[in-house]
């Protein structure tokens, strides 16, 4: 039994040596570590580097095997999405079959009726260069300027719809405010219905939709266009789809992100103010209505007035004669009732 004994004390003690001269080293360690940072850091970045192409080599295999692991659920994906894309043509091609025969049909309508066609547009390409969003002004710039014809007022585009205008012009650059700025305001139209409104920034990713009609129900889903209202921006531009505020009213979720815009269209828009021809006498009411036009009165001449008055004339007075004397013989009239 003492022997059996002495032989497990023993095992007992071999065992934990090992244990306290590792405990041991590895408070060295970090003591060493806390002080000597820098070196740990170097041996660190060496060992890193030494080793790093065996462990590409090492990770290649497992990356393949976890690459291949998940297209196995993206090929179920691709094929719905694929399946997805496959009605959304079809359904695009049907719609573009119905514009194109709807533009030919108000052709005709418009030459039958003489109608005035829409001026023809002018765009000028532009890349965005720079961002400026801040707390109270939301802008970007773009490397056109005057010498490329760009004019304070224009519509900015994109593929997906309108971005902003055009508030300041430079000779090789321009600055646009977006919709979604504070100080944005251009008037619109809701599509269907023809409602007619105001949308307004306020530094939101949602304009706000100040109607001009109280008595105007708007549907969220309704498209939002440009309405063309003072000659200023082209009528039609996509803007965005009107849907309900929490708070109360509309707002515009926007077509256009100006976050990712790259390229971008300013379109050139604003007509000349034609001023009116000079009145002719053709153009009074009586010669518009088949009358003959009235003869100039004629003129009135004013009376010469001496500055030297005549003298007066003197009047003559009428000459009464006095009454003849009655004679004593003369008997009076007789009385014609006796």
């Known amino acids: 039994m003492a022997n059996g004994t002495f032989k497990i004390a023993r095992n007992k003690s071999t065992g934990q040596l090992p244990i306290a001269l590792l ?7 970090i003591l060493i570590g806390k002080a000597q940072i820098t ?20 990770r290649s295999p497992l990356v393949g095997l976890d690459r291949w692991m998940g297209s196995i659920g993206e090929i179920f994906t691709v094929y719905r999405e ?7 043509n079809a359904r695009l091609r049907q719609w573009r079959n119905a514009a194109i025969v709807l533009d030919n049909r108000v052709k005709r309508y418009q030459l039958l009726l003489r109608a005035v066609p829409d001026p023809q ?29 760009i004019k304070p007022g224009q519509a900015v585009i994109d593929a997906r719809g309108m971005i902003g205008r055009i508030f300041l012009t430079g000779h090789h650059t321009s600055w646009v405010i977006l ?16 409602a007619q409104a105001i949308m307004a920034g306020d530094n939101t990713d949602a304009p706000l939709l100040d109607l001009l009609s109280q008595r105007v129900v708007l549907k969220p889903g309704a498209q939002v266009v440009s309405s063309g209202d003072g000659g200023l921006l082209p009528p039609g531009l996509a803007i ?23 390229d971008v269209n300013v379109v050139d828009f604003k007509l000349k103010t034609e001023q009116p021809p000079a009145t002719t006498p053709n153009d009074l009411p009586a010669t518009a209505a088949g009358l003959p036009p009235a003869a100039p009165p004629a003129p009135v001449t004013a009376p010469v007035v001496n500055a030297t008055p005549a003298p007066a004339t003197p009047t003559p007075q009428p000459i009464v004669k006095p009454p003849a004397p009655q004679s004593p013989s003369a008997s009076p009239p007789e009385n014609s009732n006796e």
């Open 23 to 29: 405990t041991a080293l590895a408070i060295a360690l």
């Open 39 to 58: 070196l740990f850091d170097q041996t660190r970045a060496t060992v890193t580097d030494w080793a790093a192409p065996a462990l590409q080599v090492a």
């Open 121 to 149: 547009l002018s765009s000028v390409m532009a890349r965005v260069i720079g961002r400026s969003n801040q707390p109270f002004l939301q802008t970007m710039i773009l490397d056109a300027g005057k010498t490329q014809g």
């Open 179 to 194: 919709l979604t700025d504070l100080n944005s305001r251009i008037p619109v139209r809701i599509e269907p219905g023809n």
């Open 240 to 262: 965005g789809t009107v849907v309900s505020n929490p708070a109360g009213g509309y707002r515009v979720v926007l077509l256009a992100d100006s976050a990712s815009s790259e």
């Open 82 to 88: 694929n399946l997805r894309l496959k009605d959304e």
